[in-house]
């Protein structure tokens, strides 16, 4: 893969777990990782969140991750978004931006919570992926000093 290859993939990884499966597709945008997770009857963008990896508050050896989170009004998409773009952010060790919107009508207490879990496995999904057919935009080391670009 050449350089022009690597910072403009383009791909979906899917649940396949039978109901309330949800779709993600990325992009990497230089090193960073741009990510949409979408599903049900009415996909849309109902949060944002941006992830940010920093050194921890208690040992600045350790990496930890910042997340800004925007919810639109009347949405409940932002656990799935932060919790995704966390993990992601320090699974891939860059900077990563999440959208979520997931619509199903009527779904129930027990619907909500297989979506919840699905976003779990699809995450898993993407990190899997991205390690294994994009290992060079898996950073392995922490560099605390890199954490700002200006």
Not at 53 to 72: F, G, H, K, Q, Y
Not at 107 to 121: P, W
């Amino acid at each position: 893969m050449n350089h022009d290859q690597k910072h403009h993939s383009f791909f979906i990884v899917r649940t396949n777990e039978g109901a309330y499966d949800l779709e993600a597709a990325l992009r990497f945008v230089g090193n960073d990782l741009l990510v949409a997770i979408y599903g049900g009857e009415k996909p849309h963008i109902g949060a944002v969140a941006v992830a940010q990896v920093r050194p921890s508050r208690n040992d600045a050896a350790i990496p930890d991750s910042t997340v800004s989170i925007l919810c639109l009004l009347g949405h409940k998409e932002d656990e799935i978004a932060k919790n995704a773009a966390k993990k992601l952010s320090l699974a891939l060790n860059t900077t990563v931006t999440v959208t979520a919107g997931i619509h199903w009508d009527d779904i129930s207490r027990e619907g909500i919570d297989a979506v919840i879990k699905n976003s779990e496995i699809l995450v898993d999904r993407v990190i899997a992926k991205i390690q294994n057919e994009f290992p060079q935009m898996v950073s392995h080391h922490f560099n605390p000093a890199s954490t700002g670009s200006l």
